[in-house]
């Protein structure tokens, strides 16, 4: 029978017309996440480009000739060759990304040449407008010296990603869930518009900064929203559809990438295909666990009420029949003590999940698989470009793909539990990882098989640890305990590309770091305890007994112990 506030669900419904509308209002924003997150994709896009010099009227590239260079891109391939073009002056230029050198004393145009050279840096660059019409690179000249300028814009977002969701996270603990999703939400449109009329670079990268902020905060807190208003019964899908919801945001970045290709207009759309959500968000109501965990009894009740009216129930539930004890000091009787609910509420911080050494055993394995989900996923992305084809298409099917690994994923977690899915998936994707490194090179249909597999595998562990971190830890630090999950999972991310550079000392040193990190910490998740079919906690004391067998029959709950982390 089910204790606590997890009765509400059995008396008001699992995910009834309340929930269902609550929850896919909500879900709707989340595919802004996934559009902002890969926006950058395309806004940094560098073209092929070279050089430019004025008043050309011959050109010159290997076997092709022409008098415009919009003719030679097709065939023009980076490290293959300069191109040669000749000027109205007569002077001759051997142009390259980076330099372009005064053919000295030429006679003949042609495209070999043996005679003196004066070497320059550019004055000014050309770009390949074919594929990509306007993006911060052409606009800015981020390239040569300045590459590295384009480089960073992407790390910068990952941190800003980072500090969003232990901000937000520890926030909405504090002032509310509702709060937060509404903040973050109107954040989003206004910082997203100004991303597009920011004038220079830095602007640009500060406005990301805080876009990435607000995005990860809606991301952190909503996991925990959705979780709070569905019964244990659906939670597995509400939670992990929220994965398929910025799966969306993903493949409505290649669409408009593929439609758009002027990087502010671009930009716009996004920002814009989510912001009806502004218009009712509003209208969310505070999470139950929430207001009941801080003593705010009639506003549960009325909404309690509320939601037995949406559901066609009648509204006989009550507040005091939930049981709800707040971690810390009992509200036994308000009235006898005259205190309030925020003065015995006691106080928790990000030390809490470390309070004891079961604790602590705990939230170190949950970080490690938030940071190997995401360094799995970008090694694996990130390498999955070398496939070649269409950038827009490949993109999309990279959206696409990840919606079937979270409905198997979702199958599994709710027949044969979260520990036994998560934990087989992570050893997946790190024996793929290493059959990768076996594969003879001339062998690319199975090295592509393998590495798709350990995606897919990775995928599953990465959405199943949200919905598992909010069924380990207390409604009192739940949010705190995602965001900073969310936070090593953006240091996976960070570290992701520079652990793709590693190739350069091994072309399979990258798989053999994510292989063997799989492995070690997908052993570790066997001794975290099986959460399926649990309440969700409301005490620290009730989430440290998360797993235990009694010693007798009815053991008062301080002689609980753990036998798992």
Not at 26 to 52: N, R, W
Not at 83 to 90: E, K, L, M
Not at 202 to 211: D, E, H, I, K, P
Not at 345 to 358: A, P, T, Y
Request: charged content about 15%; hydrophobic content about 45%.
């Amino acid at each position: 029978m089910t204790t606590g506030v997890e009765r509400l669900f059995d008396e008001l419904g699992h995910f009834k017309r309340f929930q269902a509308c609550l929850y896919f209002a909500a879900i709707f924003q989340a595919i802004s996440c996934g559009i902002h997150y890969l926006a950058s994709v395309f806004l940094v896009e560098t073209p092929k480009f070279l050089c430019d010099t004025p008043n050309i009227t011959d050109i010159l590239y290997i076997n092709h000739s022409s008098t415009s260079l919009a003719d030679i891109w097709t065939h023009y391939k980076p490290g293959d060759g300069p191109v040669v073009v000749r000027t109205a002056r007569g002077d001759q230029w051997e142009l390259s990304p980076c330099l372009k050198a005064l053919r000295l004393d030429a006679i003949n145009f042609q495209y070999e040449f043996f005679g003196n050279k004066t070497v320059e840096s550019c004055g000014g660059f050309v770009y390949d407008h074919s594929e990509v019409e306007q993006s911060i690179v052409t606009d800015w000249d981020l390239v040569c010296e300045k590459e590295w300028l384009a480089k960073l814009s992407q790390p910068t977002f990952m941190l800003g990603v980072l500090v969003g969701a232990l901000v937000f996270g520890d926030v909405a603990d504090r002032i509310g869930r509702r709060p937060i999703l509404m903040a973050t939400s109107l954040c989003q449109f206004i910082f997203g518009v100004t991303v597009a009329f920011s004038g220079n670079y830095y602007l640009f990268v500060v406005m990301r900064f805080l876009l990435a902020m607000v995005s990860s905060g809606y991301l952190v807190v909503v996991f925990v929203y959705v979780t709070e208003f569905t019964g244990n019964k659906v939670r597995t899908w509400t939670s992990m559809h929220v994965h398929a919801a910025f799966a969306v945001g993903i493949m409505v970045v290649a669409l408009v990438g593929y439609l758009v290709r002027v990087w502010w207009i671009y930009q716009i759309i996004l920002t814009l295909s989510t912001s009806p959500f502004l218009l009712y968000c509003w209208k969310f109501p505070e999470t139950p666990f929430y207001l009941m965990a801080k003593g705010r009894y009639k506003e549960a009740q009325e909404l309690l009420d509320t939601m037995a009216y949406f559901n066609g129930l009648p509204p006989t539930l009550k507040v005091s029949e939930l049981n709800y004890e707040c971690d810390g000091a009992l509200l036994k009787d308000n009235k006898q003590s005259g205190g309030t609910a925020m003065e015995v509420e006691k106080r928790l911080s990000i030390l809490d999940m470390f309070g004891s050494l079961k604790m602590a055993g705990r939230s170190a394995t949950c970080w490690a698989i938030w940071f190997i989900g995401s360094l799995g996923y970008y090694v694996f992305s990130l390498g999955s470009v070398n496939l070649g084809g269409n950038q827009y298409i490949n993109l999309f099917l990279a959206g696409a793909v990840e919606i079937p690994s979270y409905l198997i994923g979702c199958f599994a977690m709710d027949r044969i539990g979260r520990k036994k899915t998560c934990a087989p998936a992570l050893l997946l994707g790190g024996v793929a990882c290493m059959l990768i490194i076996v594969v003879p090179q001339d062998i690319e249909v199975l090295a592509i098989v393998l590495s798709m597999t350990g995606k897919f595998a990775i995928a599953i562990a990465f959405g199943l640890i949200y919905l598992y971190t909010c069924e380990l830890y207390p409604t009192t630090i739940r949010s705190l305990a995602v965001g900073s999950g969310s936070m090593m999972c953006r240091v996976g991310s960070v570290v992701a590309p520079f652990c793709v550079y590693l190739a350069d000392i091994w072309i399979y040193l990258p798989q053999l770091i994510v292989g063997i990190l799989a492995i070690v910490i997908g052993i570790l998740t066997m001794f975290l305890p099986e959460t399926l079919g649990q309440p969700l906690t409301s005490t620290l004391k009730e989430a440290e007994a998360l797993g235990s067998k009694p010693k007798s029959k009815n053991p008062p709950v301080d002689a609980l112990e753990m036998n798992q982390i």
